[in-house]
């Protein structure tokens, strides 16, 4: 019979333990979050630069929804990461969608690392017609 609580007790220690590390586990393991922040821009010239946020590395995805220009009807957008050098600079996204009434243009950009990143509207373009965006979105 002491055999057998023993083994209870015993089970139990090993099943108390093992709930115990993986309580743990959970506690010190971070979740892969999405981050993200909203804004609008209001009569942007070229190279406009965006806000910097910082990105732990992963995709980048930006939205514009609802563009006004005098003119053409496309804003280009770049991505770019602040370095202490000059900033590298990632493909240009042409947005033409988000110029059609409530309708939103979608960029998106393959993981660049972890940094610093900002985008910038029209670089180096000759347009010069200033661009409004009522609602811009940046998910990384």
């Given at each position: 019979m002491a055999d057998s609580l023993m083994t209870r007790a015993g089970k139990r220690a090993v099943i108390i333990g093992t709930v115990a590390a993986a309580a743990?586990?959970?506690?010190?393991?971070?979740?892969?979050?999405?981050?993200?922040?909203?804004?609008?821009?209001?009569?942007?010239?070229?190279?406009?630069?965006?806000?910097?946020?910082?990105?732990?590395?992963?995709?980048?995805?930006?939205?514009?929804?609802?563009?006004?220009?005098?003119?053409?009807?496309a804003v280009n957008v770049m991505l770019r990461k602040d370095t202490f050098g000059p900033d590298p600079k990632y493909s240009n996204e042409t947005f033409t969608n988000c110029f059609n009434s409530g309708a939103t243009s979608?960029?998106?950009?393959?993981?660049?690392?972890?940094?610093?990143?900002?985008?910038?509207?029209?670089?180096?373009?000759?347009?010069?017609?200033p661009v409004s965006v009522s609602s811009v979105a940046v998910y990384y």
């Open positions: 743990a586990v959970g506690v010190l393991a971070v979740p892969a979050q999405a981050s993200s922040w909203t804004s609008y821009i209001s009569s942007a010239g070229n190279d406009f630069e965006s806000r910097r946020w910082t990105d732990d590395g992963g995709s980048t995805t930006i939205k514009f929804t609802s563009c006004h220009r005098d003119g053409t009807q979608t960029g998106n950009w393959d993981d660049h690392g972890s940094g610093d990143y900002y985008f910038v509207i029209d670089y180096g373009s000759n347009v010069y017609a």
